[in-house]
């Protein structure tokens, strides 16, 4: 090979190795490194995924030199907890370190205190939101039942358990109820929910979806449900209601409905106003009608079959015919 075309090849080996892949150092994982043997105390807040589990631990990835272990023992505080249905590999999980070394080389964990830190601040976030959450009612106790919200127990009163009174609180046992948190004592370890105030929202948000539907001029069927000094308030059924005024109720002055009705009568009544929720109705606008109706049939004469009385020769008699 001459000298030119030696020099060639040696310009292109350079060239090859300046456009090569540039060449990986340690700085390259400095940071990865320093995470894998950063120190952990006890008490730690820690965050890593669930890498595996059996019937007695589950095993955390903390992205550290050594494998986190929660013991069965530290996964919750629920009684009806499961490792099994509960604790899914790959997901995210928080937990505080109790020991740097379980004496197996990894670093013993409990979620259980870690969700007691975590879990306050978020019942109040929920608490200020209105958030509705589902739970289960795991147990029965004087005056109420008690339930589990992240992990934390949690108790709803007899009087707030539903709209409904229900005098046998085992009958909610295992039950599963939409709640709101009402008040957190977070010194107290106190936390109470009420499942009545969402039931109340959704009838609200029935009931006014129902009276939405409704015009004015409906006519309905109703019980007298009770009467005041100032008229009757009538069930239309389907959780719907309305007032009679005094004045609405007889084409006749009246001192007191219960001239006219009582309770528990079948009445019809026409809806007249509907004003921020609430149903005005009318007794005396349907026996206006009926009563000009019952004025038209004496007029003109009618029979019961509908045939009218008047005939022709009766409308001709008073015109002489030449």
């Known amino acids: ?182 008040t957190i004592d977070e010194k107290k370890k106190r936390l109470v929910l009420s499942s009545k105030a969402v039931a109340l929202e959704k009838a609200n948000m029935a009931k006014a979806a129902k009276i939405n539907s409704i015009n004015i001029g409906d006519v309905f069927e109703g019980k007298v449900d009770k009467i005041t000094t100032y008229g009757a308030f009538i069930d239309l059924g389907d959780g719907l209601s309305g007032l009679v005024h005094i004045s609405q109720i007889s084409q006749k002055h009246i001192k007191s409905p219960n001239e006219v009705i009582k309770e528990g009568d079948l009445v019809k009544v026409k809806v007249i106003a509907l004003k921020e929720g609430k149903l005005s109705l009318s007794m005396k606008a349907l026996q206006a009608v009926d009563e000009a109706r019952e004025f038209s049939r004496e007029k003109f004469n009618y029979k019961s079959e509908g045939d009218a009385t008047t005939g022709l020769g009766s409308l001709l008699s008073g015109i002489k015919l030449d």
């Open 1 to 182: 090979m001459s000298l030119e075309e030696q020099k060639t090849e040696v310009t292109e080996n350079i060239g090859e190795v300046t456009n090569a892949e540039p060449v990986e150092t340690m700085d390259d994982y400095k940071e990865e490194l320093e995470q894998s043997y950063t120190k952990v105390n006890a008490g730690d807040l820690l965050r890593g995924t669930i890498a595996g589990k059996s019937d007695t631990e589950v095993s955390v990835d903390l992205g550290l030199h050594s494998e986190g272990i929660i013991p069965l023992a530290e996964l919750s505080f629920d009684p009806q907890f499961s490792i099994h249905s509960d604790i899914n590999v790959g997901e995210p999980v928080a937990a505080v370190v109790i020991k740097e070394d379980d004496g197996q080389g990894n670093i013993l964990l409990s979620k259980k205190q870690a969700d007691n830190l975590l879990a306050w601040e978020e019942l109040k976030e929920m608490q200020n939101n209105e958030t509705v959450v589902n739970v289960k009612i795991n147990g029965i106790v004087n005056g109420g039942v008690i339930v589990y919200v992240k992990g934390m127990r949690g108790f709803i009163p007899a009087s707030q358990l539903s709209i409904s009174y229900t005098p046998d609180l085992n009958e909610w046992l295992h039950k599963s109820v939409d709640a709101k948190i009402i």
